[in-house]
């Protein structure tokens, strides 16, 4: 019996080739793919599969969650404990400190009540935060969250815990605006704590200032403390400024000064705006000079 030309029955058919249904399922997959990519049409049915997977992958990541918020846990406490241990100790050391420090106020407006002097100018304080540095890439300047209807002028000091770091230079409503210390147009009449020599800061760039003027054979050292002197009538006295990192005294006429300033100037957020409380007196006018007295000469 010959097999020739024979064909197999409708039932035991298998349809195209394993490489034809690839083709058409991997061309299908494409078209997918790029019509949720332009038409974003199962964009619903993901949202759907997230919400209803969403408690699955909660209890899924819930025993690690669990083990890295104890962890947190355990960690922030101690560093809790330590940090109030220090704090407390911080509070003693304060008290001790503001208790001489009244006892000498008191000492001191008795003398100044016997000297008959002036009482000290009272200090009028703003607490401020920075909010960001100014647009001026070319200076060295903040803005406060602080202005003029917050007590804020210009003119006055912006402090840290450390010392001073800036002058208001600008008030607005509810801003103003810092000229840091190490702006090179920045300048502040200081007076050195050891000795109480004066002299005039400026900035110079890169984080570090200048004691500008400063004769050659004057006593200044590397280690003095400079602060603010008060004799310009804006600046409170006292103020921490800089110290004295290197004299060079190799000029003939004034000394080179370098100082860094004792606060951290550009990596402060929480200041304080100190000012006096009053305006100092002002300044006596100078009297006009008389022209002088001609002689008269008698003929005879």
Known sequence: ?????????????????????????????????????????????????????????????????????????????????????????????????LLRFEQLERDNAQLRELLQMAPAPGVRSVAAEVLYDAPDPFSRKVILDRGSQHGVAAGMAVVNAQGMIGQVTRAYPV???????????????????RNGLRGVLFGAGQGRMELRFTLSGVDVLPGDRLETSGLDGIF???????EVVSVDHESQTFAVVLCDPVA????????????????????????????PLRRTERKG
Do not use: I
């Open 236 to 242: 409170l006295a006292g103020l921490p400024v800089a």
């Open 1 to 97: 019996m010959s097999l020739a030309g024979h064909q197999s029955p409708p039932v035991f058919k298998q349809g195209p080739t394993p490489l034809v249904r690839l083709l058409v399922l991997v061309s299908v997959c494409l078209a997918m793919l790029v019509a949720d990519l332009r038409f974003r049409y199962l964009e619903v049915v993901r949202q759907g599969l997230s919400v209803a997977t969403w408690p699955l992958q909660m209890a899924a990541a819930a025993p690690v969650d669990f083990v890295r918020n104890a962890a947190v846990y355990f960690t922030t406490l101690v560093e809790v404990q330590h940090d109030n241990a220090e704090l407390r100790r911080s509070q003693l050391d304060a008290a001790q400190r």
């Open 264 to 291: 951290a100037v550009e990596r402060t957020t929480q200041v304080l705006v100190l000012g006096r409380a009053e305006a100092p007196p002002p300044r006596p006018q100078p009297q006009p000079q008389s022209a």
């Open 175 to 193: 801003q103003a605006e810092v000229t840091l210390l190490t702006d090179k147009d920045q300048a502040v009449p200081v007076q050195v704590a």
